[in-house]
């Protein structure tokens, strides 16, 4: 008996099939998008690229199929993220978020609530739908699980009980996709909201779904240094009225902010891959006809070699890492919160590393724009950064996995099951300064 790390032949054909798309019709448009001054012009550039993807399945094969998507897996979901990121890290996160926007509502929705949002995103004429996963705040999303009702999310959704409403107040910043592609918003936003004003985070979040056009919302677009072929705003509501049949996990907001950040982790993971992978590629090539005014190639001086050799492995590594987290999630239906995290923290913190040694290799021509190596650079920097953040969220979801007292590394290995619960959340919230005299006087 073997472990089996075999793609099977449709997933071999759709890992080429996406390489192809990605090096034919993403990289020319990305490449003239990523210079492009206005970022929502950069970001709506992209459309047809979109739509050409959303032809193709991309956007919605990993969808149930009950509700019209293609039942895809993570794995399959993965397979085609590598190969867009190693080409363009932006575009494949619109995807991504699409995912981030619809895959709650398997988890915590009504049957009623699936069939019509994910319908509409399954829907033959939504060539362009969007989702909009919007969580993260100015003051801070890092502690949403904060006992006290003052810290963490601070979007309110007030109970209009007589009219049948939920009325939002408040700002988000950051969320991807969420203001549209002509910034009347996504098709659908689900929101993370405050539905008790006198509750921690672990029982006062909900989530809702706001749909396209509703009133009270101002977007405006956040201008990035990386990704900058997909859109993130900051959203203003304003008594922005929503039915309340929209809302869903009543005051499991946080459950719902740590199950889908699970969800998101080893895809994010290898999107890091993938980027390293597009800088190793351009290394490889570079070392194999770059002389360096020398009498062969760079390839040939043992530095170079060894170099290559390490950053090898590391993308090797993390991509069976995240291939491992992403066929454990498909096992429980996206309950493998420690490992989940813990391919995104990898990857994300390590392939940095390795985009810089891939620069090193090609030398000062890497910080040339005309080469196109800076990019990689630019992209690299975002992945411990998104995704709710390494530090902040990921590393913290493990760390309340791991202290669990039912907790032991043999779960990963034999591949058993681990229910994540409330009591694994609010891990390091409350740190503070030491007690005794600041060293700052
Ligand atoms: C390209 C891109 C796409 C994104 N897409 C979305 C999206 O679709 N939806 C969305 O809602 N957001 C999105 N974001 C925002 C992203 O998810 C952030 O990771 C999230 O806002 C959390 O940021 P943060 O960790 O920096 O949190 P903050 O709360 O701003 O914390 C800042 C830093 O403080 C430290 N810190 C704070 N508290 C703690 C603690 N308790 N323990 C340890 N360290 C702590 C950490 O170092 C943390 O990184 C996106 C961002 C980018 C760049």
């Not at 390795?354 to 890497?366: E, K, L, Q, T």
Request: hydrophobic share 40%; proline share 5%.
């Amino acid at each position: 008996m073997s472990v089996d790390f075999e793609l099977s032949s449709a997933q071999k054909k759709l890992k080429y099939d996406v390489r192809e798309f990605a090096r034919e019709v993403l990289r020319p448009a990305a490449e003239r998008a990523d210079r492009i001054d206005d970022p929502h012009e950069a970001f709506v550039a992209m459309k047809p690229v979109f739509e050409q993807a959303h032809a193709m399945g991309l956007a919605t094969d990993f969808l149930p199929a009950k509700y019209g998507g293609g039942g895809g897996s993570i794995i399959d979901l993965m397979i085609a993220t590598e190969e867009l990121s190693a080409v363009d890290a932006g575009f494949p996160t619109i995807l991504l978020v699409n995912g981030l926007a619809l895959m709650p509502l398997t988890w915590f929705g009504t049957r009623e609530q699936c069939e019509k949002w994910i319908g509409l995103a399954t829907a033959e004429t939504s060539t362009d739908h969007l989702g909009g996963w919007v969580v993260s705040e100015r003051g801070g999303t890092a502690n949403f699980d904060h006992p006290s009702p003052t810290a963490g999310i601070q979007l309110v959704a007030d109970h209009d009980r007589a009219n049948g409403e939920y009325v939002l107040n408040g700002e988000k910043h950051w969320p991807c996709n969420a203001g549209g592609w002509d910034l009347r918003g996504a098709d659908a936003n689900l929101c993370i909201v405050r539905t008790d004003r006198t509750k921690g985070g672990k029982e006062a979040l909900s989530a809702i779904v706001v749909e396209r056009g509703t009133p009270g919302i101002e977007y405006e677009v956040i201008d990035k240094i990386g990704l900058r072929t997909c859109q993130n705003v900051t959203m203003t509501f304003r008594d922005v009225r929503v039915p309340e049949e929209n809302l869903f996990a009543d005051g499991d907001g946080d459950l719902v902010i740590n199950r889908n950040f699970t969800w998101s982790g080893p895809l994010a993971g290898i999107a890091a891959v993938g980027v390293a992978r597009g800088a190793y590629e351009f290394a490889l090539k570079w070392s194999k006809t770059y002389t360096g005014g020398g009498s062969s190639p760079i390839i040939g001086h043992q530095a170079v070699g060894h170099l290559l050799a390490e950053i090898a492995a590391k993308i090797e590594s993390g991509r069976y890492l995240c291939w491992k987290a992403a066929h454990y999630l498909d096992k429980y239906d996206s309950e493998g919160h420690a490992l989940g995290a813990m391919a995104k923290t990898f990857c994300g913190d390590l392939m940095q590393t390795v985009v810089v040694d891939c620069m090193r290799i090609v030398g000062v021509n890497a910080v040339d724009r005309k080469f196109g190596m800076e990019k990689f650079y630019r992209e690299a920097i975002v992945f411990p950064l998104y995704d709710s953040g390494s530090l902040g969220m990921q590393r913290r979801k493990a760390w309340g996995v791991m202290a669990d007292p039912g907790f032991t590394p043999d779960i990963f290995v034999d591949g058993d099951p681990f229910t994540y619960t409330k009591s694994m959340e609010g891990y390091g919230v409350l740190g503070g300064a030491p007690p005794g005299p600041s060293r700052h006087g």
